[in-house]
T-cell receptor, first 112, second 115 residues
Framework: AQSVSQHNHHVILSEAASLELGCNYS??????LFWYVQYPGQHLQLLLK??????LVKGIKGFEAEFIKSKFSFNLRKPSVQWSDTAEYFC??????????FGTGTRLQVFP | DGGITQSPKYLFRKEGQNVTLSCEQN?????MYWYRQDPGQGLRLIYY???????QKGDIAEGYSVSREKKESFPLTVTSAQKNPTAFYLC??????????????FGDGTRLSIL
């Protein structure tokens, strides 16, 4: 069965610090990978996605993620976080058609 | 602007009652989904529908029911059989459910609480 693991449940950073959120998945076939973000009081929205091609994908607001097939990983990164990045971040994988499997989420708090 | 509208934003239910959560989309998407979000558990799929008049159970369908009589509407009923209904419910849609390479668009959610 497919599953998604997010290693960090709660991350606290100061502004300008670098960010890396871990995401590992278990699925042997071709996958589509996503990172979603949920800002306080707002709906879940797409941050970035990987379907094929260049394993380093860039998303909105300076975020990027790297797909490493050999490690079954899709970690999210940002070189310098801002207070406005405070949110909950979800990794998701779609291997089998029609179903998106989400990780448990990582709550990021950025202090000025 | 196109989007997904969930109503109500907050809903309270007495034990033993059924309640229905509304989800409407004007994105002309074929596929629609219902998720439940609990702290520390991420999003779990309740039901999904790829096309009108068709739907499938997700991972936690027990105690829930849905209908898909219109393309734009996918209401979720939380029945009295659902033993722990207090949660945040999210509705989503995507252009179509096949292939898996289309991002899902989410509504603002409905928070259901038991009185």
């Amino acid at each position: 069965a497919q599953s998604v693991s997010q290693h960090n449940h709660h991350v606290i950073l100061s502004e300008a610090a670098s960010l890396e959120l871990g995401c590992n998945y278990s699925y042997g076939g071709t996958v589509n990978l996503f990172w979603y973000v949920q800002y306080p009081g707002q709906h879940l929205q797409l941050l970035l996605k990987y379907f094929s091609g260049d394993p380093l994908v860039k998303g909105i607001k300076g975020f990027e993620a790297e797909f490493i097939k050999s490690k079954f990983s899709f970690n999210l990164r940002k070189p310098s976080v801002q207070w406005s990045d405070t949110a909950e971040y979800f990794c998701a994988v779609n291997g089998a058609p029609d179903k998106l499997i989400f990780g448990t989420g990582t709550r990021l708090q950025v202090f000025p | 602007d196109g989007g997904i509208t969930q109503s109500p934003k907050y809903l309270f239910r007495k034990e033993g009652q059924n309640v229905t959560l509304s989800c409407e989309q004007n994105l002309n998407h074929d596929a629609m989904y219902w998720y439940r979000q609990d702290p520390g558990q991420g999003l779990r799929l309740i039901y999904y529908s790829q096309i009108v008049n068709d739907f499938q159970k997700g991972d936690i369908a027990e105690g829930y029911s849905v209908s898909r009589e219109k393309k734009e509407s996918f209401p979720l009923t939380v029945t009295s059989a659902q033993k722990n209904p207090t949660a945040f419910y999210l509705c989503a849609s995507s252009p179509n459910g096949r292939g898996g390479n289309q991002p899902q668009h989410f509504g603002d959610g409905t928070r259901l609480s038991i009185l």
